[in-house]
């Protein structure tokens, strides 16, 4: 895979510091501190409702805390900025370009310093990635929405933040390529090893893609109930047989489960 030129610098890592967020009389994140190390892969999993998104917002700069403070590389998180980027659940794609325009596009605003070719060439490379290169020259209408998805994973990905911020990602999709886009973005990940932040509802797919998966209460003041390790093997997209990784993803799902009950 390409390894493009950093504009920023190398510490990728994220803190929350006590931080509360209240709208009007309601606190609906409680006291909250959370670490994340530069190249980590940390899924919050929490119920609807419980300040999941509120908490991505406040690290991409999107939202601010009521009390605390969030950084990044150890800089006070102050609004956007080049070091993030977050792939949202109703992909955002401009209707009017097509799925190679779209990644070029990203690539022209986010990384100006990229000549035409460097950017023909990582938008051909991050196409092939998510399997859209016989797709390149379609516009949104065309794609199916699993397609639209993985337009927005592969727009995210070329830009190469070092962090990266996924809302729920592959919520809108049916199984089978939800399965397939965790799958490719476990394969971008390994290969890449960015900060990913990203947020589910959904055990199963903390468990699978994850490091560290953070349980959150329920609103109102929510906080972080559980920081629990996934410690199975990687590479984990050759889903090949591993007894012991079975009998460990089972203990992981059933602890996940019973801390989501309460
Ligand atoms: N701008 C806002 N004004 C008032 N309430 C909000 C605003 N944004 C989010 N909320 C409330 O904050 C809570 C957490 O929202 P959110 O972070 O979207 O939860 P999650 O992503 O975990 O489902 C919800 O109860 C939601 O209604
Ligand atoms: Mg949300």
């Known amino acids: 895979m390409t390894k493009s030129l950093q504009a920023t610098s190398t510490d990728a890592s ?3 510091d006590s931080i509360t967020k209240s709208y009007g009389p309601t606190t609906i994140i409680g006291d909250t501190s959370i670490h994340i190390n530069d190249g980590e892969f940390v899924a919050l999993l929490g119920p609807s409702g419980c300040g999941k998104s509120t908490i991505l917002k406040m690290i991409a700069g999107l939202a601010e805390p009521s009390t605390g403070t969030v950084s990044t590389g150890q800089k006070k998180v102050q609004g956007p900025g080049p070091d993030r980027g977050m792939v949202f659940q109703d ?3 401009l209707p009017w370009m097509t799925a190679r325009g779209n990644i070029d596009f990203g690539l022209r605003s986010a990384r100006p310093g990229l000549s035409k070719s460097e950017r023909a060439e990582i938008t051909r490379t991050h196409l092939e990635q998510v399997g859209l290169t016989d797709a390149a020259d379609r516009r949104p209408a065309r794609l199916s929405g699993g397609m639209q998805q993985r337009v927005g994973l592969a727009r995210a990905f070329a830009i190469d933040p070092p962090i990266m911020l996924l809302d729920e990602p592959f ?5 089978l390529t939800r399965r397939e886009l965790q799958l490719q973005l476990l394969g971008i990940w390994e290969a890449s090893q960015r900060t990913v932040v990203m947020v589910t509802h959904d055990v199963d797919e903390a468990i699978l893609l994850s490091d560290r998966v953070l349980v959150m209460s329920k609103s109102p003041e929510s906080t972080i109930i559980a920081d629990i390790n996934v410690d ?5 997209h050759d889903a090949s047989e591993d007894p012991a990784a079975e009998t460990k993803t089972a203990e992981l799902r059933k602890e996940m489960l019973s801390l989501l009950e309460h």
């Not at 199975?232 to 984990?236: G, Q, V």
């Open 232 to 236: 199975l093997p990687r590479p984990r």
């Open 171 to 175: 919520g809108a999709l049916d199984a």
């Open 91 to 93: 992909h955002a794609l």
């Open 14 to 16: 994220v803190e929350l």
